[in-house]
């Protein structure tokens, strides 16, 4: 998923609730956090995807991929966004995973390196 991307829709949406402070009253949230995400000094939150669609109807597939259509008249919309939530920590347990072997790995270098050193 492209920030940026994202980024550009939820400008859109600001502009269709009639600006930022508009918007984060709409679904509950402050301004400077919608300022934040719009301004890229924030990463989006799902949790703000979450507001958006649940909120305010906007489609999931539209919101973080681009495609499909703007708006959801679909019931099964809570469902999309669940799975998009199960996906994301999914991500998320790899990110982790991935930093604990990269950990390991310089460790492992640290010590070969030191190993070398002695015998050196």
């Not at 269709?16 to 949230?29: F, S």
């Not at 991929?65 to 469902?79: E, Q, R, V, W, Y």
């Not at 669940?82 to 390991?104: G, K």
Request: hydrophobic share 40%.
């Amino acid at each position: 998923m492209s920030d940026e991307a994202v980024v550009k829709r939820i400008k859109v949406i600001v502009k269709e609730h009639g600006g930022q402070l508009a918007l984060a009253n709409a679904i509950g949230v402050d301004q400077g956090f919608i300022s934040k995400v719009i301004n890229q000094k924030q990463d989006i939150s799902y949790y703000l995807i979450r507001k958006l669609c649940f909120q305010l109807k906007y489609s999931p597939e539209w919101l973080i991929l681009g495609t499909g259509d703007k708006m959801i008249h679909k019931p099964d919309s809570a469902k999309l966004i669940t799975e998009i939530q199960m996906l994301r920590t999914e991500v998320d347990i790899l990110h982790a995973r991935m930093r604990a072997y990269e950990i390991q790995l310089q460790e492992i270098k640290d010590h070969n390196l030191t190993d070398k050193q002695k015998a050196g």
